[in-house]
Each structure stands twice: as C-alpha cells, then as structure tokens.
C-alpha cells in the first residue's frame, strides 16, 4: 500500500502530476504493520543496528519499520529496508489490542497515567500522524506487557498478599525461588527480576536473563524493605545476588 496523494502543479505549458507523501496513515494499517515487526523482530527492538557491511544485513527496529512502511517528508527510507506485508494473524491481533484498550476508555481515562493515556490516544482515530507513527509502533509491545502486568498484579494480590520481608539490611538471604517477572534496564545493561520465595516476594538485578517462571536456587543480600511499588505488597530488595540451578 503506497501512502501518496497525487496533486497537481501548475508549470509552464499546463499542469503535471506529482505524488506528495501523505502526512497521516490509516490507523489500522499503521497499526498492523507494528504487529508485523513485532512478529519479524520477536520482540519490541528499540534501536536499529546495522552490521557489517560485508553482509549488509540489518535489524531494524520496531519503530523504523513502521516509520519506513509509509515514507512522508520526515524520514528517509535507507536502500536496504525490506517492507513487510501484514499477515491475517496481524490484523487479528490488531482486533485484539483495540479490544484490549476498550477497558480503559469504559474505565474512563482520568484515572489513568500519562503514558497509558497516551498509547490509548495514538490509536483512538481513524487515521495517525506521520510523527505519531513511532509511538504506534510500540502499542504490540505496549499491550504485551500490560497484560502480562495485570495478570501478574492479579497473582501478586491473591497469592501473595501475605508476603513478609526477609531478614534484615545485610543479611544473607538463601532460597528457591520462581521468578514472576523481568524488565529489562538499558541503564544499568541489566534485568530486574520479581521473584518469590516460600510466598514472600524479592527483587535484584542480574546481567543474565532467565524466564519467568524458571526456579533458581539464590543467594544474595538485603539492601532494602519496602511495599513494591507495582504491586503494593511486601518486598525484600537482594543485591549480589547469584542464581544457581534447582
């Protein structure tokens, strides 16, 4: 689907036509093409990187892709970016986010944060700006994790409402423990982890990625106690903390 008007420019001699790239897209074109790179990509890839130019392969990321799918004024498409096609699974997952963001508007949007309010807008109308085609981009990823933190905060409520701190500042702390969740933190080139052990819950950072759900043996330290602030509920924070298989 090539995004352009035709308009008509008045030269000498008479008029000759001329495509002008158009300066918003439909929504649910837009949409279902960042349900394609996130399907491409395998997840929501934040930067592009360019490899050798021995092989000249690229990764592009998520937001690219959907910037690059429908050319305007604002950017220009590099000669080696491939557009993707959306498939029928795409625009069916499309149908399921906009059923996703249908709670929030019968929520009602005042309660909301400034960045779930603003995910919601993106995809509200029938069409998006050029310039908002970044941040539709991340809408998969978006609804992705919301689930996984509704569901999570839901679990967090019910089955460990009557977690308690472990030790005190210092202490070793030793257990099993079966990770609910992980966020990955460019800042610190880390993953903070939510984990559990014996009902009562922990976090810490590692450089190694693990899957939520795994069980690992732990050691680590206390470094903090306080009610998390996700899922308002009793919280050890671990530091030098080293995972070992059960």
Known sequence: MTLMNTTFKNVPGGYVTEAVPLRTVPTQEALAMACAAQRINGAYIKDTRRFSELTNQTLFSNKDI????FPSTDNQVPTDFVKPTPTAE??????????????????GLADLGNFKHEMIQSISQDTVPVNNLGRVAFVPEFVKRDKHETGLTKEIRIEYRDSQYLGKEKDNVEGVAKILDKRYSQQWESFNYVAVIDGN???FMNKFEHNVGDMKRIKGKVKAQGKNK???????RLNYVKLYKV
């Open 90 to 107: 795409d625009y069916a997952e499309v149908a399921e986010i906009h059923k996703w963001m249908k709670r929030y508007v019968m929520l």
């Open 230 to 236: 996700l899922f308002s509920a009793n919280e050890t």
């Open 201 to 203: 819950l922990v976090s």
């Open 66 to 69: 959907v910037k690059f799918a």
